[in-house]
């Protein structure tokens, strides 16, 4: 049932509160006629999407189109048509609002349902409750229309006193202008005493006008301060239950209308007594009251203006992370979090003027906390009008938090609470001016948490959940110092709305009974009180883990497995073992239920009962499935597959029926994932899950009799030499062959090679480090760690642990001066890593993969940096700054000479000596002719930079970007500019300072001035070539990271520009502007040309990084998005989107000391793409443009693109593995993978047959790879760089390999047929002296999810007519031992000892492969060996007439 059709079916009270949630911002007619469509949308994401709202809203018009042509009621159709054309004119410059309004409406139903599905007694008194709210709404409505119609009241009979004043006073001075004669006339005494009279009645009206403004005014001082602040009081308190959970409603609608109602009256009083003082300046008289009454209760007006509006600021939304929306006021540092603040009194006057500011632990007296934070984002906002709302002031803040680091602050008692019981707070402050009256507005959020770890999140949700169930002050930070208590009834209330606010079904009594009973005991009461250490901090007894703990795991659980099912109600959870066998004990045999474990954190079972032939129950209950099993495994699919294996023989599903009474299927038919596809020409796998059923026997003693049949001598034989062995026999050289130390292979590299990996960590990580902890970096995933927060977390403090077992070992060996500086080393990675561990993880996979391609490239003989030139361009940068330094010496001696000339002119008129002038004019020369020298030596220095260094380094830096080995660090190249730049300057310096004493007689000017516009040139050269794009476009949203040159539109992706000339007076000066597809003739000339255009404004300025040494302009968050403009014959192409080519320039203006010139740099060209899928594609295109060219702007190569030959497209294919695996392809692999892709007789391979399906032998041979490469990535990374897999070998191969081999012996390799990335395995068996070969249905990545390829090689195990046999895989090819060369790749306890869980049927996979024909007889060369001592086996084996044949598998978990 639709959730409309729900709210439809609801009591009139309840429909009350749905009407408020309609109006003119969302029609409740759309929500009428379009039901489904709206409640199947996700306007939840789309209310933080602006590019997903869009689309959306134009779905929704699209919608209310097809309504409106179906719709046959002329006027509903008039009124659609109407409510259409309003949508699209309030949204459609912001889509985004009417998602969050529709949003806000779908919560707000879900609320209301669920409030109206609580148990009757709780639904009665909340009827009762709404009723009561509904009488009280009714009465502010009515007392508030009451002063309004008093304050327009009062106004007419201003009004009417004004129009009587003016009468008054127009006689008045009438009678004033007549003669003095005529005053004692009887006329005139008649007029006097009708201005009397006049008077009087004024003086009156006067009076009434100023009682009624009186009570008026005393009605709305009662009105805020009974019942408007209560109703304030009242919604502040009911937003911090909806905060925990409560399916209360919050809408400030009322609270709105009320308060600017009752300010809008405020404001009109005080503008009536404005109008009486105005009267009083007309006409004033003795006793006049206005005069005396006016003053105060102008005061008090103002009085009530000033709190009602500072009363109105409030937090409308409280600080939530997006990543944990059902958890708000729980924030995370580095995490960005929003909040919202809103100004309830609606005054036009405000709008753009009302700045707002937040401040984080405002006043916290010192010593308050143990933590101090800080706010990294911009703090101050001003507050805007809402586009959905009636027009109330609002502002959203986007903030995100980190700690201030500071050792020296003292701890009170206080900060002996933990992490999360440490309560912060997040205070907003404004100030205004508004008719004279100064309004200082100050609110502050409820209190905050402030976690620095995910795994926080559970006991800081505590602590918000207890302290808003029992406190209704929100500046009680030190809340936890006390030990606060709950009443279960309360308690119990807040659990349930856990349940229900992550799903639609909360608890009922009976599982709130059972939760009881575990917290407080069998015999606990509702009265009964619950204490805050019990709930969270204490562990069960018995139990490694407290109450909240396993709860929260439970729902977390739910929420991402379980949802479906827990909607359904047919999850019993919480129930006892005891209870648990009563419901089941006279229930029919197959009669199961859904349990949660009490056992294991976020785990869940199911127990059934089977009878036997006497009648005697057993009750059987699974190992609990928790989170890490699901994520592979779908609920309702298991109870679907689930099998027992009894003795051997595998039963049929012992689940028949859901208690009560429900046949299975009937229950979780609908929730069945398909089945499973049938791949021809495979045999179809499955995935079975099952457990073990031992029988009741006692294990046989050592002198009993086998159940096995008699050993021939020849299999006792090879028994024997199977078995017995000694260790120190056993060669274990191919085992070790498997992995080198990568540190120790860099210890045995040149001079030149070890100071490549020096230059390394230089700035980033201590080298020693990474000598003295060499085996155990390399033993880590750093690439996997450097993705994800929680990896990086567990690494890091797997080495907090390393670190202290190997202090301990120095410590117990006596060794610790010999030894590393342990303590050293572990404070270093604390005090920088530990509050990002993330960033320890991207240096140490950035420098390890450095490393390995510094290895590569040692091996095939090149050198990474290319060094034929350093050394001379070395020597000549470091002669020309010496040549500066002496020549600088030189012009001051022959400025110290100079000042002598002068004096002996003046003195003697004429020059002392010819001697002296001789001296000056040489030395003179001198000093030219070396700055000429100088500048000759720096032109060519100039040259060889920009035409052979920086271009070298740009084509590295393009193969680097493919994935080639090779050093790109700038830092050379900068120091090189950067030099040559000085010089430069310093040239300029010293032409200035040449002195010319003869006033133009020994002309120079011209030399110098020639010099200096040289000097100019080249200088201006080396600045229009020193912007470089230092790390090329890259997308941080798309999957593969190691990709750049993929963008994907409307996702943000990162550049880093880096300035080569570093000298601190650029800093600040170049302020650059990104620009796409800037002056590309393709734009105009190539068909159907894709135009783009950054979807914001972005200029950086030029900085110093972090680490202080070079300048540069990260530009971190990009976005394309496509134009509607287009090249002519848009409506076709001439290239796909994938080879259609686009590129990024920067550009910025140098002025510098008279110096101006515009700079640009380029990116190398990239691909822009839709959607994630033309990932694949674009990737080989920006291979195949960078091997093929190294021309920056040929943007039209795929109009004709190049072949490449096979030498370079096999490095460019063994680049991809490297980067990937960490392994490059070796010979033979290569050998492979040539003969399926060079199709041309000259070894030439065209773009169509590699990137396009234009290959006549295999389609597209780069997506087939590509699979590969990322089924690598993902589950195969170990293997593929041990040299586990041999990946590349035909099925012709296979056999010739493994036909002389033992029997059992077995390899690895990469389907062929698979294009998606697939690996199998084959493995020979020699029957009757016949080698045949045998070879397993491929896995793919999803078959891998849950199951690594280790522990499948390790269960994999054959079943012949039901009966299961022994695992064939022996030796990995050559000849290694299985066990030795997986062993430490093995996950699951089951592999190392066996875990057993009282009461429970464990579960255990094992890999069961069905051989379809059986042998004659069993091979003679092996034993047969039973998988469980309780089995029985068999001497049957299975016969397979194709030795090529894919062996069907049967994935099945047995659960013991």
Not at 1424 to 1447: C, E, H, K, L, R
Request: hydrophobic share 40%; glycine share 4%.
């Amino acid at each position: 049932m639709s959730q409309w059709s729900q709210i439809q079916q609801l009591e009139m009270t309840l429909l009350e509160h749905v009407d408020y949630l309609y109006d003119d911002n969302f029609p409740m007619d759309i929500r009428q006629g379009l039901a489904s469509w709206i409640e199947a949308q996700d306007w939840d994401m789309a209310a933080d999407n602006q590019s997903m709202a869009s689309v959306l809203f134009a779905n929704l018009l699209s919608q209310l189109e097809v309504a409106l042509s179906q719709e046959h009621n002329f006027l509903q159709r008039h009124n659609m048509k109407l409510i259409q054309q309003q949508l699209q004119v309030k949204y459609a410059s912001n889509p985004a609002a009417i998602a969050r309004v529709i949003s806000t409406c779908l919560k707000e139903e879900r609320r209301i349902l669920t409030n109206a599905c609580m148990q009757q007694q709780g639904r009665t008194g909340k009827s009762l409750q709404n009723s009561v709210c509904l009488e009280r709404q009714m009465n502010m409505d009515h007392r508030i229309g009451t002063i309004r119609t008093s304050v327009q009241m009062m106004d007419q009979a201003i009004k009417y006193l004004e129009n009587m004043q003016d009468d008054f006073d127009f006689r008045y001075k009438t009678l004033q202008s007549r003669d003095p004669s005529e005053r004692n006339s009887e006329l005139m005494k008649q007029e006097v005493i009708r201005l009397q009279e006049i008077l009087n009645r004024l003086d009156f009206k006067r009076k009434e006008i100023l009682d009624k403004m009186a009570v008026v005014i005393e009605e709305i001082d009662k009105l805020m301060n009974s019942q408007l602040d209560a109703e304030l009081r009242d919604w502040k308190r009911k937003q911090q239950m909806a905060v925990i959970g409560s399916p209360v409603v919050t809408t400030l609608d009322h609270l709105q209308n009320w308060f600017t109602l009752t300010a809008q009256s405020l404001f009109q009083v005080k503008r009536l007594l404005d109008k009486l003082g105005e009267l009083v300046l007309k006409v004033t008289y003795e006793s006049d009251p206005i005069p005396i009454q006016k003053p105060q209760m102008e005061e008090r007006v103002k009085y009530l203006i000033y709190h009602i509006i500072k009363r109105s600021f409030v937090v409308e939304k409280q600080p939530c992370m997006s990543t944990h929306p059902q958890k708000p006021l729980v924030i995370k540092t580095g995490v960005q979090f929003t909040t919202k603040v809103r100004l309830l009194v609606i005054l036009p006057a405000l709008d753009y003027h009302l700045k707002v500011k937040t401040t984080f632990d405002k006043d916290l007296p010192p010593g308050k906390v143990s933590r101090q934070f800080f706010i990294v984002t911009n703090t101050t906002k001003v507050m805007d009008i809402e586009d959905y709302s009636s027009g109330c002031l609002s502002v959203d803040f986007r903030h995100a938090l980190k700690e201030k680091k500071n050792s020296n602050s003292a701890k009170s008692n206080e900060s002996l609470l933990s992490v999360t019981e440490e309560l912060h707070s997040l205070n907003f402050e404004a100030r205004f001016t508004i008719q004279g009256l100064n309004i200082d507005l100050e609110t502050c959020s409820l209190p905050l948490v402030v976690i620095s770890n995910v795994s926080q999140m559970p006991g800081a949700w505590a602590s918000v959940m207890w302290y808003n169930l029992l406190n209704d002050e929100p500046k009680n930070l030190s809340f936890f110092s006390s030990q606060p208590r709950a009443m279960w009834t309360q308690l119990s209330e807040v659990l349930s709305w856990q349940f229900s606010t992550n799903s639609n079904l909360g608890l009922n009594k009976d599982q709130l009974n059972m939760l009881g009973q575990k917290l407080l005991g069998q015999h606990f009461s509702d009265s009964d009180q619950v204490y805050w250490s019990k709930f969270c901090k204490e562990n069960i007894p018995g139990k490694p883990f407290s109450f909240w703990i396993w709860l929260d795991s439970i729902l977390e659980l739910i929420r991402k497995h379980l949802l479906p099912v827990w909607n359904e109600n047919f999850i019993m959870g919480f129930v006892s073992k005891e209870k648990e066998r009563a419901l089941l004990r006279e229930k029919e045999s197959g009669t199961f239920l859904l349990r949660f474990s009490e056992s294991h954190l976020g785990g869940i079972t199911f127990t059934w009962v089977q009878h036997s032939d006497n009648g005697e129950a057993t009750f059987n209950s699974v190992e609990p499935y928790t989170k890490s099993r699901l994520n592979a495994l779908h609920f309702p699919d298991i109870i679907r597959d689930y099998k027992v294996i009894s003795d051997g023989v595998v039963p049929k599903n012992p689940l028949k029926f859901l208690h009560p009474d429900i046949p299975k299927d009937e229950a979780f038919g609908r929730l069945y994932n398909n089945l499973p596809r049938k791949a021809y020409p495979y045999i179809p796998s499955t995935l079975i899950p099952c457990s073990e059923m031992r029988s009741n026997v006692s294990p046989p003693s050592s002198n009993c009799e086998s159940p096995e049949p008699p050993m021939t001598p020849g299999e006792f034989d090879m028994l024997n030499k199977t078995l017995c062995f000694d260790m120190e026999d056993v060669d274990w050289s191919p085992l070790c062959g498997l992995k080198m130390a990568q540190w120790q292979a860099l210890l045995r590299l040149d001079v030149a090679l070890q100071a490549q990996v020096t230059q390394l960590y230089e700035r980033k990580f201590p080298i020693h480090i990474r000598r003295d902890l060499s085996v155990w970096i390399e033993s880590q995933d750093w690439l996997s760690a450097s993705l994800d927060d929680q990896k990086a977390k567990t690494c890091f403090n797997s080495l907090l642990v390393y670190l202290e077992e190997e202090w301990s070992r120095c410590v117990n060996h006596e060794n610790i001066l010999q030894g590393p500086d342990l303590p050293g080393i572990k404070e270093y990675v604390l005090n920088v890593f530990e509050n990002n561990p993330k960033n320890l993880a991207a240096i140490l996979s950035e420098c390890l993969i450095e490393e390995q391609k510094i290895l590569i490239s040692a091996q095939a003989g090149v050198c990474p940096a290319e060094e034929m030139t350093q050394p001379t361009l070395e020597f000549k940068i470091a002669d020309l700054e010496r040549m500066s330094q002496e020549v600088g010496e030189e012009i001051a001696s022959l400025a110290s000479l100079h000042i002598l000339l002068p004096i002996t002119h003046e003195e003697q008129g004429i020059w002392d000596t010819v001697e002296k002038c001789n001296f000056f004019l040489q030395t003179k020369q001198i000093v030219l002719k070396q700055l000429r020298s100088i500048l000759l030596t720096a032109e060519d220095a100039v040259q060889t930079l920009t035409t052979v260094e920086l271009p070298e380094w740009k084509r590295r830096q393009q193969l680097a970007c493919i994935g080639k080995p090779g050093d790109t660090c700038l830092d050379l190249l900068q120091k090189w500019f950067t030099n040559v730049a000085k010089v430069l300057q310093e040239i300029q310096q010293h032409l200035t300072r040449v002195p010319d004493p003869d006033g133009g007689r020994h002309t120079t000017e011209v030399t110098l001035a020639e010099m200096n516009h040289f000097t100019q040139s080249l200088l201006t050269k080396l600045l229009s070539n020193a912007l470089v794009v230092e790390k090329q476009p890259a997308s941080s949203n798309l999957a593969n990271i190691q990709r750049p040159l993929v963008l994907k539109t409307k996702s943000k992706f990162s550049v880093r520009l880096r300035f080569l000339v570093y000298l601190p007076e650029f800093r600040y000066m170049l302020k650059v502007k990104p620009l796409i597809d800037k002056d590309v003739a393709e734009k105009s000339k190539m068909k159907g040309f894709r135009h783009f255009a950054f979807t914001s404004d972005l200029n950086k300025v030029m900085d110093e990084d972090i680490a202080g040494y070079c300048l540069v302009a990260e530009f971190k968050d990009m976005e394309l998005q496509e134009t509607r403009e287009s090249a002519p014959g848009s409506n076709t192409r001439s290239l796909a989107v994938t080879e259609e080519l686009h590129v990024i320039t920067f550009e910025t203006d140098f002025q510098c000391n008279g110096l101006r010139c515009r700079i640009e740099a380029r990116s190398l060209p990239v691909v822009i793409i839709s959607a994630p899928d033309q990932g694949h594609s674009a990737w080989a295109s920006v291979m195949w443009y960078n091997m093929s060219t190294s021309e920056p702007m040929n943007l039209s190569l795929f109009s004709d693109p190049p072949p490449l030959s096979w030498s370079d497209l096999s490095q460019l294919l063994s680049w991809q593995f490297l980067s990937v695996g960490k392994r490059p392809l070796d010979d033979n692999q290569l050998s492979m993978l040539r003969d399926k892709i060079v199709e041309h007789p000259t070894g030439f391979v065209n773009w169509n047959s590699f990137g396009k399906a234009g290959g006549k032998k295999n389609g597209n041979v780069w997506l087939w790879l590509d699979g590969i490469l990322d089924l690598i990535k993902k589950h195969l990374v170990d293997l593929w760089r041990d040299g586990c897999i041999m990946g590349f070998v035909s099925r012709k191969k296979i056999k010739e390999l493994l036909q002389e081999k033992k029997t059992g012996t077995f390899l690895l390799r990469f389907s062929e047929s698979y294009q998606d990335g697939a690996i199998s395995y084959s493995w020979v068996e020699h029957y009757n002296g016949e080698a045949q070969v045998h070879s397993i249905e491929p896995y793919t990545k999803k078959d891998l999810v849950d199951n690594p390829l280790p522990n499948v090689i390790y269960d994999f195990i054959p079943r012949v007519q039901g009966i299961i046999r022994r695992n064939p895989l022996l030796y990995l090819y050559p000849d290694v031992d299985k066990d030795a060369a997986f062993r430490r790749y093995y996950t699951g306890s089951d592999k190392v000892a066996p875990k057993t869980y009282l009461g429970y049927l464990q579960r255990k996979r094992l890999n069961v492969t069905d051989l379809p024909i059986p042998p004659p007889s069993p091979p003679q060369c092996l034993p047969i060996v039973d998988v469980f001592p309780s089995m029985a086996a068999t001497d049957d084996n299975s016969d397979q007439n194709d030795t090529d044949m894919f062996v069907s598998e049967q994935h099945q978990l047995c659960n013991l």
